[in-house]
Nanobody
Framework: TVDLVESGGGSVQAGGSLRLSCVAS????????MGWFRQVRGKEREGVAS???????MLSDSIQGRFTISQDHAKTTVYLQMDSLKPEDSAMYYC????????????????????WGQGTQVTVSL
């Protein structure tokens, strides 16, 4: 089991920045992916960014050039630096963990992840 705890959400004006953190604890894996997803009530969960144990990243087209995903040296904490925030970025943001790396997996799709955090709310106002 992997436990995930997100933090860093809040309210910010358009154009502002927030930095989300996700701390993973529990079972350790050599090969893994960690991702950030967001969801607005009534809509499907959307993949935002992912990073693997080797530091390889994937970013959604909707946040390219504005958001950056990174991890700490110990690879137990993943960050999502969000700049130039827009009102449409408002959502509940979730951290997720995927053990291993199945061939053909798209780690911006939620179905590849086994563990999820409780989420942190991000609200961007005009």
């Amino acid at each position: 089991t992997v436990d995930l705890v997100e933090s860093g959400g809040g309210s910010v004006q358009a154009g502002g920045s927030l930095r989300l953190s996700c701390v993973a604890s529990g079972d350790r894996y050599t090969v893994f992916n960690m991702g950030w997803f967001r969801q607005v009530r009534g809509k499907e969960r959307e993949g935002v960014a992912s990073i693997n144990n080797a530091g390889g990243t994937m970013l959604s087209d909707s946040i390219q050039g504005r958001f950056t995903i990174s991890q700490d040296h110990a690879k137990t904490t993943v960050y999502l630096q969000m700049d130039s925030l827009k009102p449409e970025d408002s959502a509940m943001y979730y951290c997720a963990f995927a053990p291993g790396r199945p061939l053909g997996a798209n780690f911006l799709q939620p179905r590849w992840y086994s563990y999820w955090g409780q989420g942190t709310q991000v609200t961007v106002s005009l």
